[in-house]
């Protein structure tokens, strides 16, 4: 004879096992986009200077203000 499953029996997850859960998603998501962009900052200040520029700081642009 096949088991019937009873209702207890099934597997839940209980609502502060979700929100850890999705805590540490979420941290890991952003660890590694703060990882990428950081890498990607440090990659292009190297590509500038192995192209042998002396200023390769960023460049901020400015909008000229109205009198």
């Not at 900052?41 to 642009?61: F, H, K, L, W, Y």
Request: overall charge negative.
């Amino acid at each position: 004879m096949p088991e019937q499953l009873s209702e207890n029996d099934e597997d839940t997850y209980s609502p502060r096992a979700v929100l850890l859960g999705l805590a540490i998603t979420l941290l890991l998501v952003f660890g590694g986009l703060c990882l990428f962009y950081l890498l990607r900052d440090s990659t292009q200040r190297e590509d500038c200077m192995m192209q042998g520029r002396t200023n390769c700081a960023p460049v901020e642009a400015t909008t000229p203000s109205k009198p």
